[in-house]
């Protein structure tokens, strides 16, 4: 079973997409900022991130650009979430060191497929 | 002495009132002349006029004196005659003269009457001594001929100027009357000095003496030749007058030229000051206009943010929810959940095409070129059409060349996938056909995609409003077949952006064919797909600052206007400053600069200030350069844990800012730090462990050494041991509290000795503090000078 950590600000954001995971046979962690997201993510070590990009405290790129810096957690899939859906978003996400993007509102076939191709890859 | 008696010849009499009445007439018309002239004309007009009034008058006077006949012959003294003439020649002059003023005064006419009847009188009484005869006067006619010049004179003068102000109809008639009168006026003068004179031949009376005339045929001759050049004069005035009404037209027309000149002046200033106003408004609506749609595009991002945001939860939730009841086995609620669902992704949906075509209007949607294989693309599209096609019973034929294309992709097969969708959409059990080749237009080489459908089609009215917003071909189709109504519009509005265009052709019944050109190369514009290229600063950093010169403070911002604020806010502070543009620049210049504090802030591109602040923070040679960050957000808690010194939200207030700096940038003097030890080993550690914490610092071996060091350089603190050779503590004490200036320099003793408690008393008030030697801590050391280092700032 894989360990995802869904870092998201929006608390029904977080509920329903945790919830879906969770029945979709992963064991989800949640962070709701930036800031726990990456403490949380370097002390539960988690297999895949899904970051939201608009985090308070620390946002999305900053704490993806953290997580990558660390040796601890290098290595772990991080999937940005953007709602913003700019052409610029993308590219900034992939900047940060974000492995994968997508775009909310979350399409889940398509985002279940991109987290499996990140967890392959990693395997 | 024999009396001599006169009698008159009445024809020359009547001649010499003829000759008074044009002369008179010649002077009222000459008055006007010189009143219009101006310059040399005037004074032309002047002598010209005067000389022939004068001579007319004369003349007058003169035919009078010869109608005079007497017994005997009289002769004439020339010189005399000649003097009359001229005298009547200026008086006529200074008469002209003032009536041929624009505005004489009734002084002047009053004035210039009475030099004229002078003038007359004395030509009238110079022309009688020139008779070489015996002549008494009756002092009562002689009084009655000066008073009627006088009259005379004035009324002539002011009849004079009367008539050229009321100048009009009947004009040379009411001068001809006044000429009449003012000639018998003259006429009148000259008879009456006549008659007040009696003649009779006395030792005067020498006719060899003078000359003698033949009188009666020199009258006739003379005043012939007057009333020849008075009517010359009058001749030459009416010709001057016509010419002078020419000139008067033209000088008017001219008059009015520079008039509407003026005006067109006036006018082109008005016109410049009024352009002047509306582009400032212009610009002033510009710079609104920009303002505005940075916030419409603000707003947007925001918007789509805000609303995205539920919306993800009510679509993710219902889905959620339909599995969940298909699971339980509820296919009632499932399918009212996937009405949520649907209805869920169409606002989604209209979301994103509104967002799109405000981004398109609003001119802010990006182009990412790249290159990419058409064939490949279209097959990945008609992979994710093809079920939504075959939906609708419909059958896909493609055909297609292929080529490489360089093109924003993801637009490129949005386009596609909305021509294809509608097909669908609007086909049933039909052919959707797309068809793709290289097709040259205007001398660009394209791929041109053709789209068609045996679908319902579209009458040409339908056609007409295809690719208008929020216009689908008919209302009810929506209705019908869904959709936001943007679709058409987006992709024609993405066709143009890129490069290409767009065309339909269709038929009610037979289905519609939509062919999409677009050029297989962007030319000229090459997007920024990104952050700009960090350029390295490394070459202007040498010339903007010399060797060896420290920089005190470095600033980080992207934003010119706060580097301007920067340099403002501490011009007269006396640091020397210095700017990058942005985040990898920051790090580079702190590197090769080693500033004694930086100033950061946050919000930069590609690398903002927090990546800035950890990186510096994680550099052990940066790591003890102080950062200030400046910044909009109010984020201090990140800030300060992630190492900065200070934090500051912008707007910055000058004085705060200056204070906040003062605080890492202290004067010299203040962080010096004199050391009075003998002891060499604690001297070193002290010398090592201050200057690593950014003192400079002195040393002194006894208190004889530290008084001379002092008089050389003041330090901010002194640093002390008690017992030393040559001078010790308590003896430096006593000398350092001798002198003023030394005395607000704080001490704090460093000593092995355990003091007893007189003896700290002894230094109470001297001291600031006392560290026992071997007992205390650097960091204790450290803390104490920075404590007493900032109080004594404090204190100043």
């Known amino acids: 079973m894989h360990t995802i950590l869904l870092v998201e600000d929006n608390e029904l954001n977080r509920d329903m997409l945790s919830r879906r995971l969770v029945r979709k046979g992963y064991r989800v962690l949640t962070a709701e900022d930036g800031r726990e997201g990456v403490e949380l993510a370097s002390s539960a070590l988690p297999d895949l991130v899904l970051m939201d990009m608009s985090l308070p405290v620390l946002d999305g790129w900053e704490a993806t650009r953290m997580l990558k810096s660390d040796p601890r957690t290098r290595s772990v899939p991080v999937i940005a979430l953007t709602a913003h859906a700019m052409s610029g978003d993308e590219k900034k996400a992939y900047e940060a060191g974000c492995d994968d993007f997508d775009t909310k509102p979350v399409d889940l076939p398509r985002l279940l497929g991109k987290i499996e191709a990140a967890l392959l890859k990693t395997e | 002495m024999q009396h001599v008696h006169g009698s008159y010849d009445t024809a020359l009499v009547v001649f010499s009132y003829i000759v008074a009445v044009v002369a008179s007439y010649t002077v009222l018309d000459l008055a006007g002349r010189v009143s219009e002239s101006s310059g040399f004309s005037r004074a032309m007009w002047l002598v010209f006029g005067a000389a022939g009034m004068g001579m007319g008058i004369w003349s007058m006077h003169f035919v009078g004196m010869m109608a005079f006949k007497l017994d005997v012959p009289v002769a004439y003294d020339l010189t005399l005659v000649l003097v009359s003439v001229f005298v009547a020649i200026i008086a006529s002059y200074v008469a002209l003269s003032v009536v041929g003023k624009n505005q004489p005064t009734k002084g002047n006419l009053l004035g210039g009457g009475l030099l004229l009847a002078v003038g007359i009188s004395a030509m009238h009484y110079i022309g009688m001594a020139a008779m070489l005869i015996d002549i008494t006067y009756d002092p009562l006619m002689f009084a009655l001929s000066i008073l009627i010049a006088v009259v005379a004179s004035i009324a002539a003068l002011w009849l004079a100027f009367y008539f050229r102000k009321e100048s009009g109809k009947g004009e040379v008639w009411k001068k001809l009357g006044s000429g009449l009168i003012m000639g018998g006026a003259i006429v009148g003068m000259h008879y009456t000095g006549m008659f007040a004179a009696s003649f009779h031949i006395g030792t005067r009376s020498e006719i060899a003496s003078g000359m003698l005339l033949d009188q009666k045929w020199l009258a006739y001759f003379i005043s012939g030749g007057t009333l020849f050049t008075l009517g010359l004069s009058l001749l030459g005035i009416f010709v001057s007058k016509r010419f002078s009404r020419k000139d008067s037209e033209i000088e008017l027309k001219s008059r009015e030229i520079y008039l509407k000149n003026q005006e067109l002046q006036r006018l082109n200033d008005h016109l410049e000051e009024l352009v002047r106003e509306r582009t400032a408004q212009l610009e002033k609506a510009h710079d609104e206009a920009i303002q505005a749609n940075r916030i419409k595009s603000q707003f947007l991002a925001n918007m789509s943010h805000e609303l995205r945001t539920p919306l993800n939860a009510i679509i993710g939730y219902s889905e959620m929810l339909v599995e969940e009841a298909e699971e339980l086995g509820e296919p009632a609620f499932a399918a009212d959940l996937e009405k949520i669902s649907k209805?869920?992704?169409?606002?989604?949906?209209?979301?994103?095409?509104?967002?799109d075509i405000s981004k398109i209007e609003a001119g802010k949607m990006d182009v990412y070129l790249e290159t990419c294989d058409l064939g490949?693309?279209?097959?990945?599209?008609?992979?994710?059409?093809?079920?939504?096609?075959?939906?609708?019973?419909?059958?896909?034929?493609?055909?297609?060349?292929?080529?490489?294309?360089?093109?924003?992709?993801?637009?490129?097969?949005?386009?596609?996938?909305?021509?294809?969708?509608?097909?669908?959409?609007?086909?049933?059990?039909?052919?959707?056909?797309?068809?793709?080749?290289?097709?040259?237009?205007?001398?660009?080489?394209?791929?041109?995609?053709?789209?068609?459908?045996?679908?319902?089609?579209?009458?040409?009215?339908?056609?007409?409003?295809?690719?208008?917003?929020?216009?689908?071909?008919?209302?009810?189709?929506?209705?019908?077949?869904?959709?936001?109504?943007?679709?058409?519009?987006?992709?024609?509005?993405?066709?143009?952006?890129?490069?290409?265009?767009?065309?339909?052709?269709?038929?009610?019944?037979?289905?519609?064919?939509?062919?999409?050109?677009?050029?297989?190369?962007?030319?000229?514009?090459?997007?920024?797909?990104?952050?700009?290229?960090?350029?390295?600063?490394?070459?202007q950093l040498g010339s903007e600052f010399a060797a060896g010169e420290k920089v005190s403070i470095l600033l980080i911002d992207d934003e010119p206007v706060n580097r301007q604020l920067?340099?403002?806010?501490?011009?007269?502070?006396?640091?020397?400053?210095?700017?990058?543009?942005?985040?990898?620049?920051?790090?580079?210049?702190?590197?090769?600069?080693?500033?004694?504090?930086?100033?950061?802030?946050?919000?930069?591109?590609?690398?903002?200030?927090?990546?800035?602040?950890?990186?510096?923070?994680?550099?052990?040679?940066?790591?003890?350069?102080?950062?200030?960050?400046?910044?909009?957000?109010?984020?201090?808690?990140?800030?300060?844990?992630?190492?900065?010194?200070?934090?500051?939200?912008?707007?910055?207030?000058?004085?705060?800012?200056?204070?906040?700096?003062?605080?890492?940038?202290?004067?010299?003097?203040?962080?010096?730090?004199?050391?009075?030890?003998?002891d060499v080993t604690t001297s070193e550690m002290m010398v090592k462990l201050l200057g690593k914490d950014g003192y400079s610092v002195a040393t002194a071996g006894n208190g004889r050494l530290a008084l001379e060091k002092l008089a050389f350089e003041?330090?901010?603190?002194?640093?002390?041991?008690?017992?030393?050779?040559?001078?010790?503590?308590?003896?430096?004490?006593?000398?350092?509290?001798?002198?003023?200036?030394?005395?607000?320099?704080?001490?704090?003793?460093?000593?092995?000795?355990?003091?007893?408690?007189?003896?700290?008393?002894?230094?109470?008030?001297?001291?600031?503090?006392?560290?026992?030697?071997?007992?205390?801590?650097?960091?204790?050391?450290?803390?104490?000078?920075?404590?007493?280092?900032?109080?004594?700032?404090?204190?100043?």
């Not at chain 2, 209805?343 to 967002?355: E, P, Q, V, Y």
């Not at chain 2, 097909?423 to 959707?432: E, L, N, V």
């Not at chain 2, 062919?515 to 600063?537: I, N």
């Not at chain 2, 000078?785 to 900032?790: F, H, L």
């Open chain 2, 714 to 796: 003041k330090p901010g603190l002194i640093l002390l041991d008690l017992m030393m050779p040559e001078m010790d503590g308590y003896q430096f004490l006593a000398e350092l509290r001798k002198r003023e200036e030394w005395s607000s320099i704080p001490v704090v003793v460093v000593t092995a000795k355990s003091m007893a408690a007189e003896e700290s008393l002894r230094l109470n008030g001297y001291v600031k503090g006392v560290l026992q030697k071997g007992s205390f801590e650097p960091k204790q050391l450290l803390a104490e000078v920075r404590r007493y280092m900032n109080e004594k700032r404090e204190v100043s």
């Open chain 2, 566 to 678: 920067m340099r403002n806010y501490l011009a007269d502070e006396g640091w020397t400053l210095a700017f990058a543009e942005n985040g990898a620049e920051g790090l580079l210049m702190t590197r090769q600069l080693k500033p004694k504090l930086i100033c950061l802030d946050i919000l930069m591109p590609s690398m903002d200030g927090w990546s800035v602040l950890s990186e510096l923070k994680s550099d052990p040679e940066l790591r003890d350069i102080p950062v200030v960050i400046l910044s909009m957000t109010d984020d201090k808690p990140l800030g300060y844990s992630l190492g900065a010194s200070e934090f500051l939200t912008k707007p910055l207030e000058r004085e705060q800012l200056v204070a906040v700096i003062d605080k890492y940038l202290p004067d010299t003097e203040e962080r010096t730090v004199l050391v009075v030890e003998d």
């Open chain 2, 343 to 355: 209805s869920g992704k169409h606002l989604l949906a209209l979301i994103n095409d509104i967002l």
């Open chain 2, 376 to 539: 490949s693309v279209l097959q990945e599209v008609m992979s994710t059409v093809k079920p939504l096609i075959e939906s609708n019973g419909n059958r896909l034929e493609t055909k297609w060349e292929d080529a490489v294309m360089t093109t924003d992709v993801t637009k490129l097969r949005q386009i596609m996938l909305n021509l294809l969708s509608n097909a669908a959409k609007f086909t049933r059990d039909g052919a959707i056909r797309i068809e793709g080749r290289l097709m040259e237009k205007k001398g660009t080489s394209g791929y041109s995609i053709r789209v068609a459908d045996s679908g319902i089609g579209m009458t040409d009215e339908q056609i007409g409003k295809l690719f208008q917003p929020f216009t689908q071909a008919d209302s009810s189709t929506t209705r019908k077949y869904g959709g936001t109504g943007l679709g058409l519009t987006i992709t024609q509005r993405f066709c143009e952006l890129l490069g290409g265009d767009i065309s339909v052709e269709s038929r009610t019944g037979e289905g519609s064919s939509f062919t999409c050109w677009l050029p297989l190369g962007q030319v000229g514009e090459v997007q920024g797909t990104g952050p700009q290229a960090e350029k390295p600063p490394t070459s």
